[in-house]
C-alpha cells in the first residue's frame, strides 16, 4: 500500500515518456540519504543552559574543530572499523560531540547501546543533565522514545520503539556483561580504567560487541594519562593516529597544532629567561615557514582543519580504531597568552605539568625523569666557587641562603634514618624567585633488633634534632628545626606519643597516594587523625594528634627532577650570576646517602605508575618528609606580612619558639 501522494507522484513520473518504471519507483520511494554526524547534530541537538558555555542549537562554526571528529564516528562505521580513539582536552565541547555521535546513531543506525561513566553517582547526573534534554530537545528521538516504569525506562535504562541506551558507570557495568551491545561509548576511559580494578573497559565493551550479531562500533574518548595506559595506548597502539592538520596562512604548508610551536621571544632589554616568565612573549610559530601565527589567523584556520593520519597510508589500514585528536590550540577563545600563563605555573613543578598536557593539550604525558642517577646525585657536591663562598659548607653548618630548616625520620626494626634540610629562595635571572634545599645533616642511628617500636627509643632524637641549634656558615646565626615528620605507618602508637611532646615540631607522617591512579585526586599535603585508641569503652583516634597525609607520588614527581635541575642566579652588583643547583649537598656528604637517594625509579606496574627502589630507600623517605615541610611552610608563608630584614624575620621567629616551643604553625615570611 502507498499514499495516495506517492500515487499521484508515481503517475505525473510515469507521464514522462521514456523513463523505466522501476528506476522512477526507486527515486520516489527512496529514503532521504543518511546525513552525516556534523550535519545531523546542527539540524537535531539543542545544547541545556548550563552544560555548556553556548547553549542553543548547536553550531559547527562556534566548534569548527569538532566536526572532523564527529564524522569518524559515520567513516568507522561505513569501512567496518572497530571503533574510534578519542585523545581530547578539557572545555572543548569532546564530550558533547560523542553525545551528538549517540544521538545520531540511535536515531539512523538504532540499536542497543551502553554508555559507560567511571562512577554510578555520574551516570545518574549524566542521565539526567545530559540524556534526558538530548531526547527532550531532539524531534527524530523525542518521537520514538518510551518512558515510564510501564515502558521499563528507569533512570539507567532509556528506551526507544527500535532500541534501548543502558548508562552505567564504575563496577555496576560487570553486573551486564550478559547483554550483547553494537555501540559501547566509553567515557573518561582512563578514569573508568581507574574505577574497575582487574578490569580493563574496553576489554569488556569488546566482548559486549563481539556478542551482537552485526556491525558494531566502539567509542572511547578520555583526557589521556601515558602512553602506557588508556585512551592514549589505545590511541597510539591501534588507531590510524590522525591530527587536524591546518594550512599556514603565509606559505601554504600543512601542519598540525601542538605546543612546541609555541616560543618565549624576548622583548628589547630582556633576558631569554625573563622572556619564559612572561606570558607576553610567547607566540605561534608555524613549523614549515618560521613565520608568527597570530591568535587571530589561528582561529581562521582551524575553521577548515582535516584531520589525517600521520601514519603511513598501509600502516594506518591495518589499525583497527580511527584515532582523533584536539587540544585547547584548536579553541578559537583561547589564546596563546592564556594557555602561556598556565605553561609558566607549570615550569617548576612537575605535576603542573603533567595537567597542562593532559588537561589543556589532550596529550600523553611522559615524566621528565624517572630515576635520579647516583652521578646525578653526587654532582650535586657543593665547590668553593671563589674565597669566602658562603655557600660552600659542610655537615651541620647552614649556607647563607637558608631561612628554615626541615627534618624527616624514617624507622626500621635496626635502624633509625634522618635527614635535615635547609631552605631558601634565590632569584634567577629573571628575578623569579626559585626555592632550593641544602642538605645540612644526615644519620643512622643503630638499635638491637626489635620487632617493636617504643617512644623511649625515639626520644634520640631530642638531642640530633629538636633540641639542637645549626650554626651558620659565619657563625652569625643559629637556627633551629622549624618541622620534622617521622613516618607513621610501622608503629603508630610509638610516634604518636613522641610527637606529642614536641609542642607541634615534631609530627606523624604516613602516604596517602603511592601510585599514579591514586594521586590524581589526593592534595599534597593534607590533615588526617591518627591511630585508634581505647578512650573508655570505645576506641576513638586521640583527638590531640593530627597525622600527615602525603601524596608520596606526587611528592617524588616534583622532588626528583630538582636533582637535575639548574638555573642561573640573578646577578648583583654587577657580578654575572651563577649557575645554581636546586639541590646543593656538603662537602662531607656521606657515601651512604647518595645511595639511598637514587635508589627509587619510575615503572609501569600494571595500569598504574609507581616508584619502586633497587635498594635501601629509608634516607630517601626522610628527604621527602622534608621537603614536604617545606612546601607546607612556604604556603603557610605566603598567607604572612613580609618581615622587613632577616635579622627581624630571625628575631621574629626566636620570640615564637620562646613563647610556644616551636613556629610550625605560625612561620615568618622574609623579603627577597
Not at 265 to 291: I, L, N, W
Amino acid at each position: 500500500m502507498i499514499s495516495a501522494a506517492t500515487a499521484e507522484n508515481l503517475r505525473h513520473h510515469l507521464d514522462v515518456g521514456g523513463r523505466d518504471l522501476l528506476e522512477v519507483a526507486a527515486a520516489v520511494l527512496r529514503p532521504p540519504a543518511r546525513m552525516l554526524t556534523s550535519q545531523w547534530a546542527e539540524r537535531h541537538r539543542y545544547l541545556k543552559e548550563g552544560t555548556t558555555e553556548k547553549p542553543g542549537r548547536w553550531s559547527n562554526d562556534y566548534f569548527p574543530y569538532l566536526a572532523g571528529i564527529q564524522d569518524a564516528i559515520d567513516e568507522a562505521l561505513a569501512k567496518g572499523k572497530r571503533g574510534v580513539a578519542l585523545m581530547k582536552s578539557g572545555q572543548g565541547g569532546g564530550s558533547e560531540a560523542m553525545i551528538n555521535a549517540l544521538g545520531h546513531l540511535l536515531d539512523e543506525y538504532p540499536g542497543p547501546a551502553l554508555y559507560m561513566l567511571s562512577k554510578d553517582e555520574l551516570a545518574r547526573s549524566f542521565a539526567r543533565e545530559r540524556f534526558d534534554p538530548l531526547v527532550e530537545n531532539c524531534e527524530p528521538l523525542a518521537r520514538k522514545s518510551l518512558t515510564g516504569r510501564g515502558t521499563g525506562s528507569l533512570t539507567h535504562v532509556k528506551r526507544f520503539a527500535d532500541c534501548k541506551v543502558v548508562l552505567q558507570g564504575g563496577r555496576s557495568i560487570l553486573n551486564l556483561q550478559s547483554s550483547p551491545y553494537k555501540y559501547v561509548f566509553v567515557d573518561e576511559y582512563d578514569s573508568m580504567q581507574d574505577e574497575m580494578e582487574g578490569s580493563d573497559p574496553l576489554a569488556l565493551a569488546e566482548i559486549r560487541t563481539d556478542a551482537f550479531p552485526g556491525s558494531t562500533l566502539i567509542v572511547a574518548f578520555a583526557h589521556p594519562s601515558t602512553r602506557a595506559r588508556g585512551v592514549g595506548k589505545l590511541y597510539h597502539d591501534k588507531s590510524d593516529m590522525r591530527r587536524g592538520f591546518v594550512v599556514c596562512p603565509h606559505c601554504a604548508g600543512e601542519f598540525w597544532l601542538q605546543w612546541d610551536h609555541v616560543k618565549a621571544v624576548s622583548e628589547e632589554g630582556m633576558t631569554q629567561a625573563q622572556a619564559e616568565r612572561d606570558k607576553r612573549c610567547y607566540h605561534y610559530f608555524a613549523p614549515c615557514c618560521g613565520a608568527e601565527i597570530s591568535d587571530a589567523q589561528r582561529a581562521l584556520i582551524v575553521r577548515k582543519v582535516i584531520y589525517k593520519s600521520t601514519l603511513p597510508a598501509d600502516e594506518a589500514d591495518r589499525r583497527p580504531y580511527i584515532g582523533v585528536h584536539f587540544s585547547q590550540l584548536y579553541m578559537p577563545n583561547k589564546s596563546i597568552e592564556f594557555l602561556s600563563e598556565h605553561w609558566i605555573e607549570a615550569l617548576d613543578d612537575d605535576g603542573r605539568k603533567r595537567v597542562f598536557m593532559n588537561k589543556r593539550m589532550g596529550e600523553v604525558y611522559d615524566p621528565a625523569l624517572k630515576e635520579a642517577t647516583a652521578d646525578e646525585w653526587s654532582r650535586l657536591v657543593c665547590v668553593r666557587r671563589r674565597e669566602n663562598d658562603p655557600e660552600y659548607y659542610t655537615m651541620g653548618q647552614v649556607p647563607a641562603p637558608v631561612r628554615f630548616l626541615t627534618a624527616g625520620q624514617d624507622s626500621r626494626s635496626t635502624e633509625l634514618h634522618y635527614a635535615v634540610w635547609g631552605w631558601g629562595r634565590l632569584r634567577d635571572e629573571a628575578g623569579y624567585p626559585i626555592v632550593c634545599g641544602w642538605l645540612i645533616d644526615c644519620g643512622v642511628v643503630r638499635r638491637p633488633y626489635s620487632l617493636t617500636l617504643e617512644e623511649s627509643d625515639l626520644r634520640v632524637f631530642d638531642q640530633l634534632l629538636y633540641e639542637r641549634s645549626f650554626a651558620a656558615v659565619d657563625g652569625r646565626m643559629q637556627y633551629e628545626i622549624v618541622m620534622g615528620l617521622h613516618d607513621w605507618s610501622w608503629q603508630p602508637l610509638a610516634v604518636e606519643n613522641y610527637c606529642l611532646r614536641s609542642n607541634g615540631r615534631a609530627v606523624p607522617c604516613r602516604g596517602a597516594a603511592l601510585d599514579s591512579k591514586a594521586a590524581s585526586h589526593k592534595p599534597t599535603f593534607a590533615w588526617g587523625a591518627g591511630a585508634r585508641r581505647r578512650i573508655g569503652s570505645e576506641e576513638l583516634p586521640d583527638p590531640r594528634v593530627k597525622v600527615a597525609q602525603l601524596n608520596t607520588f606526587r611528592l617524588k614527581e616534583n622532588f626528583f627532577p630538582l636533582v637535575g635541575r639548574r638555573f642561573i642566579t640573578q646577578t648583583r652588583d654587577g657580578i654575572p650570576g651563577e649557575n645554581h643547583g636546586r639541590l646543593v649537598l656538603p662537602l662531607d656528604v656521606p657515601q651512604w646517602f647518595i645511595q639511598q637517594s637514587s635508589s627509587e625509579y619510575l615503572t609501569l606496574d600494571g595500569k598504574v605508575e609507581v616508584w619502586k627502589h633497587k635498594g635501601p630507600n629509608h634516607v630517601s623517605d626522610c628527604n621527602l618528609y622534608a621537603y614536604a615541610c617545606a612546601l607546607e611552610i612556604l604556603k603557610l608563608q605566603d598567607e604572612l606580612p613580609f618581615a622587613e630584614s632577616e635579622a627581624q624575620a630571625q628575631q621574629e621567629a626566636d620570640r615564637a619558639r620562646r613563647m610556644n616551643r616551636s613556629n610550625a604553625t605560625r612561620p615568618i615570611r622574609w623579603k627577597y
